[in-house]
């Protein structure tokens, strides 16, 4: 993941796309900008497995990546991000039974077990602010 994000860091530099270096909440224009080409992409996935179209599905999610990828550099998280994937993997390991047996809906999502413990992504984001 780390050279990916750095990949998109380029771009971002080489267009003049803002990055930031500490976690912080942009301009609203920035945000909204962020969700609607994130919406775009979605939208494109969507479309791209509805057709049945396997190239399309990888170029819609690659793009939904990236997008990403440049929104945590926009709130300045993007150097915290393999960190907060870490503690979410935790997290959602976490949600397994007593047995070690997931819980599921009848759709098929993964439910919480009385196991769960919530990612504790504060202490990695404040931890940055203040060292």
């Known amino acids: 993941m780390h050279t990916e994000i750095e990949q998109v860091k380029s771009f971002h530099l080489a267009?003049?796309?803002p990055v930031q270096s500490l976690p912080q909440i942009p301009p609203e224009e920035r945000c909204v900008l962020?969700?609607?080409?994130l919406q775009e992409e979605v939208d494109e996935l969507n479309e791209a497995w509805?057709?049945?179209n396997?190239?399309?599905v990888a170029d819609a999610i690659t793009d939904c990546l990236y997008i990403l990828f440049g929104t945590a550099h926009e709130f300045g998280i993007a150097h915290l991000l393999p960190a907060c994937f870490e503690e979410v993997h935790r997290s959602n390991m976490s949600?397994?039974?007593e047995d070690g047996k997931p819980?599921?809906?009848e759709d098929g999502k993964v439910i919480k077990s009385a196991n769960y413990?919530?990612?504790n992504l504060k202490s990695i984001i404040e931890?940055?602010?203040y060292e």
């Open 15 to 17: 267009f003049e796309v």
């Open 103 to 105: 819980l599921k809906r």
């Open 127 to 129: 931890k940055e602010h």
């Open 54 to 56: 396997l190239t399309q």
């Open 117 to 119: 413990i919530p990612p």
């Open 34 to 37: 962020r969700q609607r080409i």
């Open 95 to 97: 949600k397994l039974d």
């Open 50 to 52: 509805q057709q049945g």
